[in-house]
């Protein structure tokens, strides 16, 4: 039986006494849940990407439920996404009662294929919901023109994107700004920055923002903060069904001190990036670094590699675990899980579900079911050293050169 050494995590969040203090400055407030800290937190994450309005919502799948019903998405309703991405996508979709259509991947980029997106909107499509993948910039220039020809809503899951750039009529602009209609990020402990769980919503539509806000507290027409500090007595009311999908002032107080810290830790994690792919090219050229396109800067939220074929992948996980490096399998595929073998949903070729290629697998998202069974992600965080990625380096070599079958 193999002695796990834990020595090397796939992340690990920057977190030290900073981020206490400011806990404890909310905590010590008497105001804990959702309000000034909140509204601070929400006008320096706007200023940070160019965005004219911010919301701060419980997690990023909270933000993209309301994105997704703010945006006209109903029962019945078609929405353009990739399989290829945290189940949250999908799941998001679903809560609207609508079908996710999911269209294939870039090999490269692990990112949606915009080629295949028109061919795939139909007369029931509502909305595109693209994710930036690991952090990667997904290709927005032209998925903001095929939204635009076709008079759809273009969504960012931007859940890993916190500090991800994208080239945009000449210029370096930050993801979230945003250029679809709205973008949603995460905070959790695996993201660049992190809340402990919490997200954002960035969006240009000022009646946008003011439909999250009150979603987001129950349909509640008069904020609490509004309510607290009036000086006569306020009812509120709640003219629409809402949800509790609110950030607290704890963890919007370790957010603000987490953006100070972005860019230190978006540097950080690109030399990071730069060092993984200069040293895989030569100790270990059987794998496939991670591609950035010209036009993306990617903040490596994750490192991933895609394994050669001669290789089984759980079986290098478990001899590299068995060195004491952690790691992830590539990103999953929504389509190829339990839970969506009895959800609706359509492949871009708009077969029958469960498809006709046998369960789990769909002939139309074969670039996704490849980068799911070949991805390996790599440890990387800011606190690492070049000592750590020699370690990982070496248990890949030595579990590609033991796993070859």
Known sequence: MSIVRQSIPVARPVLDRREADAAARAV????????????????????????????????????????????????????????????????????????????????????????????????????????HQLGMPCDLVNLVAIAKRHYLPLIEDAACAAGSEVMWQGSWEAIGRP????????????????????????????????????????????????????????????????????????????????????????????????????????????????????????????FCVRLPRNVDQRAVMQSMLDRGVSTRRGVMCAHQESAYATEPWHCEKRGPVPCVCGPGRCRALANSERATREGLILPLFPQMTDVDQDEVIDALSAAISLCAM
């Open 179 to 302: 250029h679809g209609d709205v973008a949603c990020f995460s905070f959790h402990p695996r993201k660049v920055i992190t809340t402990g769980d919490g997200g954002m919503i960035t969006t240009r539509h000022e009646e946008w923002d003011r439909q999250f806000r009150l979603w987001r507290q129950h349909g509640m027409s008069i904020p609490d903060t509004v309510r607290h500090h009036s000086t006569a007595v306020t009812f509120e009311e709640y003219p629409t069904l809402g949800y509790n999908y609110r950030m607290t002032d704890i963890q919007a107080a370790v957010g603000r001190e987490q953006l100070e810290r972005l860019p230190e830790i978006i540097e950080r994690r690109r030399a990071l990036a730069d060092r993984y792919r200069e040293r895989l090219a030569v100790r270990v050229p059987q794998v496939t670094a991670p591609a950035e396109p010209a036009w993306a800067r990617s903040n490596w939220q994750s």
């Open 28 to 131: 010590l407030s008497g105001w804990v849940t959702q309000g000034p800290e909140v509204q601070a937190f929400e006008r320096s994450f706007a200023a940070l990407v160019g965005a004219p309005h911010a919301c701060a919502v419980s997690n990023c799948t909270t933000a993209l439920h309301l994105a997704l019903r703010t945006a006209g998405v109903r029962p019945g309703d078609e929405v353009i996404t990739v399989s290829h991405s945290f189940i949250a996508s999908a799941n998001a979709i679903r809560y609207c009662g609508a079908i996710p259509v999911f269209v294939d991947i870039d090999e490269a980029t692990f990112n949606i294929d915009a080629s295949r997106v028109e061919g795939a909107i139909g007369p029931r499509t509502r909305a595109i919901l693209a994710v």
